[in-house]
């Protein structure tokens, strides 16, 4: 599945810069009243024809110290004008949502084998949405600020000035800020997305006039809460046969996650043993079968390449899918999602927590019990028994869970850390049924639309 990885992260690299110095060609196309010409992608280079638009360029966040936020959004391949709007966010802390998510994820591209061009992603969620793409916090990607200071980011700044940064946006699509609102990503974007929602819920309880439209909220394989998350993973290696029973008693007995200060010397030999132990499987897809350095691991490479200096900016640093520059406090890790993802909730946004079950660094188990663990807080009841949800007539795509009528957590059967990227068919069906206010059928014999 990866052996191609590098020729197509540096075509990710290329396309992604070309999104920043693409200008106006020329051509004659279709503008809804309020869209920036100014940020039209008219074309990128070896991309096939298609009939949606592209859109791509800055946003200031802080005018004052030159901070601004870049971002990629695609309309929908049918009827975009009735279609409803999800945000994307990469987590990291550090990744960019453009490299990342736009092109090598749930984007409607991705990079030819040959590294040369473009072809189309025929599971891109444009299918089901218009997609909105951002390189959050400033630091990641593109995005930047004067302000060197400004790289020392927390989890509160990045979801301040995403608010910001989708207020003065709907400036510029006007148009979409009457649209159904999604609210997704995966990994750290646990953070990202409940916090962001948070400050989007409250900024709506507080205004007169303009409020955002959150219609739900979807994260995959997310970090929400460390201690647990961090446990289970070597619970997962070891029911997958990955560590020995002896490591794995002693990472159960020996390691205090919560309090990180506290690890024994014993906790610590175990866990350098079992990083041995592991040392030949991508943690992030436990069923691969070669050698090959994990998504994110490859993905920094990206910074041996051609250094990318963003056309309005001219940034004197390497564009890299991962940030090597910001300083993102480590201790914004431990924040504990769930009072977040309650009090979202009770806001009535439906929140689904999905997980590719190839994935041993944010394993289900873990997403499973704290969903559960949610459920309870919120005394809800199971609306939907745990069960198999079908995918294309009688293939399983994953096991789901309902509670409350707004609570849900579904498995992707075969996916990894980055599910769309692993199983972009099971994953698009999902994400369809989850901007349509749908269930995952529980039957094998439903017919399945998109």
Not at 156 to 178: G, H, I, Q
Not at 281 to 295: A, F, G, Q, R
Not at 360 to 382: C, G, H, M, Y
Request: glycine share 8%; with cysteine.
């Amino acid at each position: 599945m990866f052996q191609n990885m590098e020729s197509r992260r540096a075509v990710v690299v290329t396309m992604v810069v070309v999104l920043v110095t693409v200008q106006w060609l020329g051509y004659t196309i279709r503008f809804a009243e309020g869209y920036p010409e100014e940020d039209l992608v008219v074309k990128l280079p070896g991309q096939p024809k298609v009939g949606f638009r592209q859109f791509a360029g800055y946003v200031d966040v802080d005018s004052e110290n030159g901070r601004s936020l870049f971002y990629y959004y695609v309309e929908a391949v049918k009827e975009p004008d009735t279609k409803p709007l999800t945000l994307w966010l990469n987590g990291g802390p550090g990744c960019s949502s453009v490299g990342g998510g736009a092109f090598t994820e749930l984007g409607p591209f991705y990079p030819t084998g040959d590294g040369r061009g473009l072809r189309l992603n025929s599971m891109s969620w444009n299918k089901a949405s218009n997609l909105l793409f951002v390189e959050s916090p400033a630091g990641v990607g593109w995005s930047y600020s004067n302000r060197s200071s400004d790289y020392n980011a927390r989890d509160k700044s990045t979801a301040n000035d995403m608010l910001v940064f989708l207020l003065r946006w709907f400036n510029k699509f006007p148009e979409l800020k009457s649209r159904d609102l999604f609210l997704t990503g995966e990994s750290y974007a646990g953070h990202y997305i409940p916090q962001l929602a948070d400050v989007i819920l409250s900024y709506n309880s507080r205004s007169s006039g303009f409020k955002f439209n959150v219609k739900g909220i979807a994260i995959g394989n997310p970090l929400l809460k460390l201690d647990r998350d961090v446990a289970a993973a070597y619970e997962y290696l070891w029911s997958h046969g990955m560590i020995s029973d002896e490591v794995r008693l002693t990472i159960m007995t020996q390691c205090d996650f919560a309090n990180p200060k506290n690890m024994s010397n014993a906790c610590i030999h175990a866990i350098v043993d079992s990083s041995i132990l592991t040392e030949y499987i991508n943690s992030y897809h436990v069923l691969l079968d070669v050698c090959y350095p994990s998504i994110v691991q490859q993905e920094l490479r990206l910074k041996k390449m051609n250094a990318l200096h963003a056309n309005r900016t001219r940034l004197p640093y390497e564009w890299t899918m991962c940030s090597n520059r910001l300083n993102y406090s480590g201790i914004d890790g431990y924040i504990d999602m769930l009072p977040i993802l309650k009090r979202i909730i009770q806001n009535q946004p439906p929140v689904w927590i999905f997980s590719g079950d190839q994935d041993s660094v944010i394993p289900l188990q873990s997403s499973r019990t704290l969903v559960r663990e949610l459920a309870q807080d919120l005394n809800f009841k199971t609306t939907v028994p745990y069960g198999a949800w079908f995918h294309k007539e009688q293939v399983v795509g994953g096991w789901v869970t309902e509670y409350g009528n707004l609570l849900t957590f579904a498995t992707v059967r075969g996916a990894a850390h980055m599910v769309a990227y692993a199983e972009p068919s099971r994953a698009l069906h999902m994400f369809s049924s989850f901007v349509s206010g749908r269930r995952l059928p529980n039957k094998p014999d439903l017919k399945i639309f998109y």
